[in-house]
T-cell receptor, first 115, second 115 residues
Framework: EAQVTQNPRYLITVTGKKLTVTCSQNMNHEYMSWYRQDPGLGLRQIYYSMNVEVTDKGDVPEGYKVSRKEKRNFPLILESPSPNQTSLYFC??????????????FGPGTRLTVL | AQSVTQLDSQVPVFEEAPVELRCNYS??????LFWYVQYPNQGLQLLLKYLSGSTLVKGINGFEAEFNKSQTSFHLRKPSVHISDTAEYFC?????????????FGGGTRVLVKP
C-alpha cells in the first residue's frame, strides 16, 4: 500500500531534550516536506526537500533541522525543543515535475507536546 | 508568495441544511486550489482540487467548490450536511508550474453539524 508513515504518533517530552520524528514514504517520491498545524494558523511549511541531499527552509524553520540521506526518509530533528514547538506535525511527499500537478500525500500526523 | 484567508473560523450548521465555507486567496502567479478535510483526531484528506477547465469542481462526499478568478475565491459548498461532516476544513493553494509542491494553507474552518 502506498503510504507516508510517521513515528511516533504521539510524544510528550521536556524542554531541551533532543528528539527526532521520522517520516518514510514508499512511493519513490522526490519531494518531501514537513508542516506544523496550529489552531487558527492552518498548516505551515517547516522544511522541504526536492531530492536526496537537497533540503531548504520553508516558512517556519527556526528550531528545526532535517536531513535527506535516503530518498524514502526525511526525519525532523528538534535539537532543543521548547514549549512553542508543541504542535501537530505532518510529513508529506509527492513526485516532482515542473509543468504538471503532482498530488501531495500526507502522513497521519505526530502530536508533540513539549513541557 | 501566496496567502489564503478562510473567512470563518467556525460554522455551526443543522443537519440537512446547506453549508458554504469561504476561501479567498492572494497570489501574483497562477495557482492550483484545494480543499482538505480533517476529521477529529485524523490526518488530512483531499476533498477536491481545481487544476484547470470548468470552474465548478465536484469532490468526494457531495462537496463542490467554485473557482472565481476575478474575486480570487474558491468557496466550498454542500447542499445538505450530515453529522459525519463535522470536521475542520482547510483551503490551500500551490503555485502552478512550480517543480516543488509547497502548499499554502488557510487557517481552517471548523464545521459543527448539529442534529
Amino acid at each position: 500500500e502506498a503510504q507516508v508513515t510517521q513515528n511516533p504518533r504521539y510524544l510528550i517530552t521536556v524542554t531541551g531534550k533532543k528528539l527526532t520524528v521520522t517520516c518514510s514514504q514508499n512511493m519513490n517520491h522526490e519531494y518531501m516536506s514537513w508542516y506544523r498545524q496550529d489552531p487558527g494558523l492552518g498548516l505551515r511549511q517547516i522544511y522541504y526537500s526536492m531530492n536526496v541531499e537537497v533540503t531548504d527552509k520553508g516558512d517556519v524553520p527556526e528550531g528545526y533541522k532535517v536531513s535527506r540521506k535516503e530518498k524514502r526518509n526525511f526525519p525532523l530533528i528538534l535539537e532543543s525543543p521548547s514549549p512553542n514547538q508543541t504542535s501537530l506535525y505532518f510529513c508529506a511527499s509527492s513526485l516532482v515535475s515542473a509543468h504538471s500537478y503532482n498530488e501531495q500525500f500526507f502522513g497521519p500526523g505526530t502530536r508533540l507536546t513539549v513541557l | 508568495a501566496q496567502s489564503v484567508t478562510q473567512l470563518d473560523s467556525q460554522v455551526p450548521v443543522f443537519e440537512e441544511a446547506p453549508v458554504e465555507l469561504r476561501c479567498n486567496y492572494s497570489s501574483s502567479v497562477s495557482v492550483y486550489l484545494f480543499w482538505y478535510v480533517q476529521y477529529p483526531n485524523q490526518g488530512l484528506q483531499l476533498l477536491l482540487k481545481y487544476l484547470s477547465g470548468s470552474t465548478l469542481v465536484k469532490g468526494i462526499n457531495g462537496f463542490e467548490a467554485e473557482f472565481n478568478k476575478s474575486q480570487t475565491s474558491f468557496h466550498l459548498r454542500k447542499p445538505s450536511v450530515h453529522i459525519s461532516d463535522t470536521a475542520e476544513y482547510f483551503c490551500a493553494v500551490t503555485r502552478r508550474g512550480a517543480a516543488g509542491n509547497k502548499l499554502t494553507f488557510g487557517g481552517g474552518t471548523r464545521v459543527l453539524v448539529k442534529p
